[in-house]
């Protein structure tokens, strides 16, 4: 008899122990499912507030883009036809001809231009603006129309010390007034995004005489920017090409959205 009340007491013990189990079996899995489904949830929460980025200053983050009027009277039409929306040429520059300057390690002047020039294409289409990406010597060019055309460039790879851009325009221009304002919101917005200084002591003829200048259409406003040296400026030109291409970018939408009286 007591060995039937100890066997009992010991599946009494057994059943205790299997629900304690049980429920502690329950507990911890609940818990991983609730933490799972918080995490989820401050990850959508995360996603759905993330901002958007736009190109302007701080301060005009949520202007629209507005409607201007180009040198030439009017937004100028791309292949598509659409003349409710500014064209822009973005020339990569020396893409398709030579590499431009050329750093010891061997990286190409041509490169850097070519990735800058892609993201700011990327980044105006995104505004609503229609981008034509060209080539250094483009057939495109002749006779371009648009309300902006802007060459991207850097500088040489051997000035130790050197660091900086630099923004010009045709000597002999046919609306200087439109085109010292392109050059103008450059400086302003190039400066603002990329944290570079100005260089404009180092602005050659090859600038002010720029090909581009002489085949596009009289009426296109054009300006040429070097956007860094390659030695002391490589890391921002090479590996932060967005970056450069966001002060670029904005630097446009800067001209197109407060254009000069016609």
């Known amino acids: 008899m ?32 609730i933490t799972l489904a918080t995490l989820i949830g401050l990850r959508l929460f995360a996603v759905a507030e993330r901002p958007v980025f736009r190109i302007a200053q701080p301060a005009q983050a949520n202007l629209p883009m507005v409607p201007s009027v180009s040198a030439s009277g009017g937004f100028q039409s791309s292949q598509s036809g659409d003349t409710s929306r500014p064209l822009v040429g973005i020339v990569a520059g020396h893409k398709g001809y030579d590499p431009g300057a050329v750093c010891d ?15 700011t294409v990327e980044l105006l289409k995104r505004r609503g603006v ?19 055309l802007v060459s991207v460039h850097a500088d040489s790879c051997n000035v130790a010390g050197a660091t900086g851009f630099k923004v010009a325009r045709v000597t002999s221009s046919a609306i200087p007034e439109a085109e010292d304002k392109l050059v103008d919101c450059l400086y302003q917005e190039y400066g603002l995004y990329t944290g570079l200084p100005q260089h404009p002591a180092s602005i050659t003829d090859n600038m002010t005489n720029y090909h581009a200048f002489s085949e596009i259409a009289p009426l296109t406003p054009g300006a040429i920017i070097e956007t860094g040296f390659m030695l002391d400026d490589r890391y921002l030109l090479q590996y932060k090409p967005k970056i450069v291409a966001r002060g670029i970018a904005a630097g446009i939408l800067c001209f197109l959205e407060s254009p000069p009286d016609p």
């Open 130 to 148: 229609q981008a034509d990406l060209l080539n250094e010597y483009d057939p495109l060019l002749t006779d371009y129309q648009a309300d902006a």
């Open 2 to 33: 007591h060995q039937a009340r100890t066997q009992r007491q010991t599946q009494a013990v057994r059943r205790t122990t299997r629900a304690r189990k049980k429920i502690a079996t329950f507990s911890i899995t609940m818990l991983s499912l």
């Open 105 to 119: 390690d061997g990286l190409t002047e041509a490169e850097i231009n070519y990735a800058i020039a892609i993201e």
